[in-house]
């Protein structure tokens, strides 16, 4: 039997039918559910949210103002002619050019490095380098001390003065339940372990390098999430880019929300399967290329697609959004597809118990083919881990290049996984982690409302901890990211071509660790920041996301 048939074998059955009553699928309103038919109804026609939604799913991206978009696109294109000016005045040596560039005895050579393609780089980032890498020399807890360092030629290189920044409050790590710590039972833990097994383990899970604490771990976590097995991999990147092409191959299609993180765009273009791009969380869009793939099959040969994977995220870390899940799960059953969910950023920070958007929505984990997380965030840890069929797993075990080939999780990061886990579970002893899932839920509440009522744009829904402030234009991405700092305060900021060219934005990560002290400290800061940037451009026009205007030709496809 050939892989990609084993693993379909791995991911299970045919899914079940939704529980869930046919109505037309019309124009989204968000609502309660009424009433559910039995679990055996078969479905016909996906149902409005108000059929499907246990809770009101509150979304909404607001327009942006005409005249800040044109301004952008003016301000992108100074930018850039400035650019071919200074690239000139490099060329006739006017300027010093301190770009890397081939040497005069190479350029006979195929070139090695193209220098047209650092324009972006050399000419526009490099201007506003200064509000990225910066160097940390503390735990990233929610107060952070910072290296302070100095630039004299423009951002190409930096100096250290020697001072630390001291209790910088920090908006941009993510830390979302406070685990991020050096002090506590998760820290008491871990320095125990680290003294037992030591740092590393300098083997792979299939020679010597399986610990009875990787086991532990693995149980855990498949009881954490309502699984039947788990299985955790050292690096989270590497667990969605290395699985997904154990999983799918030539012969199978892969359906991927626009705005995927480029761990699962990697793991699609490595599999070789045909991928097909569908607008973020929308469910027509979605819907359209199911009904396209079942009705025309594979390329040339119109035969049916020997899987069709469905990959969405829980959050989406640049929008903060969260997936529509209960309608993409009865997508999926009505077109007998699989779901790969990566929970990176939901897992521990949705849900009343922590447990993800599957529990955020009320929904079953055996709806999910392959559930997907990483320890890197709400765990203060490293890593990721795949949950499913005990099936799935094990064929996982043998097929995934990085359960194969890749180094053991080192038991120290075992045992804070470990330890925080059971916090939140309430396994030892305390409501420690319940309170800390409670706690980021109001601070993401409150820091919404405020910004919103201060007259920001702010995109994502309303439970997201990841909270996108709207900044738009190039020159005001490294403003605000210095004017903040000089207020002590820590934020993350993001521009083309992380984002869309004219959806510029700081993106800030709530965690349990905040105190409302430091919230209203921080949004005092970027009050003042706002206006003197004038950066309230909301006009309180909200667009819900599927009513967004829907272009066919945004649809992208690599064939085999």
């Known amino acids: 039997m050939e892989r990609p048939e084993r693993a379909a074998a791995a991911l299970g059955a045919q899914p079940r039918a939704n529980g869930c009553s046919g109505a037309a699928h019309g124009a989204l309103r968000n609502g309660y559910v009424r009433g559910l038919p039995a679990p055996d109804t078969q479905i016909n026609h996906i149902v409005h949210n108000g059929g499907l939604y246990k809770r009101p799913f509150n979304e909404a991206f607001e327009e942006t103002p005409m005249l800040v978009a044109v301004l952008t696109y003016v301000g992108y294109g100074v930018l850039t002619l400035f650019g071919y000016l200074r690239d000139f005045m490099r060329q006739w040596k006017i300027e010093k050019c301190q770009n890397a560039t081939e040497r005069e005895e190479q350029k006979d050579f195929v070139p090695l490095y193209q220098d047209f393609e650092n324009f972006y780089n050399r000419n526009l980032y490099m201007r506003i380098r200064d509000s990225w890498n910066r160097p940390i020399c503390s735990v990233p807890g929610a107060k952070v001390d910072m290296m302070e360092r100095v630039s004299h030629d423009y951002n190409w290189t930096f100096t250290y003065t020697g001072r630390v920044i001291k209790d910088i409050i920090n908006m941009g790590s993510y830390n979302y339940l406070g685990f991020a710590q ?30 009875d604490k990787h086991e532990e771990l693995e149980k855990l976590v498949a009881r954490f999430l309502g699984v039947e097995s788990a299985m ?21 299609l892969i359906l991927s929300d626009e705005l995927n993180h480029a761990s699962l765009v990697l793991g699609a273009r490595l599999s070789g399967a045909t991928i097909r791009i569908f607008k973020h969380n929308n469910m027509q869009s979605l819907e359209k290329l199911l009904k396209d793939a079942i009705v025309h099959g594979q390329p040339r040969t119109r035969r049916p697609w020997k899987k069709i994977l469905i990959l969405v995220e829980g959050i989406y870390s640049m929008e903060g959004s969260i997936v529509r899940l209960p309608e993409v799960i009865a997508l999926k059953k009505k077109y007998k597809s699989y779901l790969y969910l990566d929970e990176a950023h939901s897992i521990g920070a949705l849900g009343p118990s922590g447990r993800g ?12 083919d392959v559930m997907m997380g990483t320890f890197t965030k709400s765990f203060g840890a490293a890593g990721g881990y795949i949950g499913g069929k005990k099936e799935l797993i094990d064929y996982l075990r043998t097929y995934s290049h990085s359960a194969v080939y890749a180094t ?21 002893g305390t409501t420690v982690g319940k309170a800390r899932v409670q706690q980021l839920a109001e601070n993401t509440r409150y820091f919404r409302r405020r910004l919103k009522e201060m007259g920001f744009i702010i995109y994502g829904n309303e439970d997201s901890p990841v909270v996108p402030l709207m900044l738009y234009m190039p020159a005001k991405i490294g403003a605000f990211g210095r004017e903040m700092l000089k207020r002590n305060i820590g934020v993350v900021v993001v521009g083309f071509p ?4 004219i959806e510029s934005r700081a993106r800030f990560c709530l965690s349990a660790a905040h105190t409302k002290e430091m919230l209203d400290t921080a949004l005092k800061e970027i009050n003042e920041v706002g206006d003197l940037l004038q950066l309230k451009y909301s006009r309180h026009r909200l667009v819900p996301l599927l009513d967004r205007p829907f272009d066919e030709t945004t649809y992208e496809e690599t064939e085999d």
Do not use: H, W
């Not at 955020?360 to 709806?367: C, E």
């Not at 053991?408 to 030892?428: F, N």
């Not at 992380?498 to 060219?501: D, K, M």
């Open 232 to 252: 955790a991999y050292g690096m989270g990147f590497a667990t969605n880019s290395m699985n997904i092409p154990a999983l799918v191959g030539k012969g199978c």
């Open 357 to 368: 958007v599957v529990e955020y929505f009320g929904l079953s984990p055996d709806d999910v």
């Open 182 to 211: 050096k002090a506590g039972t998760c820290q008491e833990a871990a320095a125990k372990v680290l003294s037992q097994y030591g740092a590393g383990v300098c083997s792979t899970r299939q020679e010597m390098g399986n610990l």
């Open 408 to 428: 053991s999780l080192s038991p120290p990061v075992v045992e804070q996984i470990i330890t925080s886990m059971k916090c939140i579970m309430g396994e030892d």
């Open 498 to 501: 992380a984002t869309p060219i």
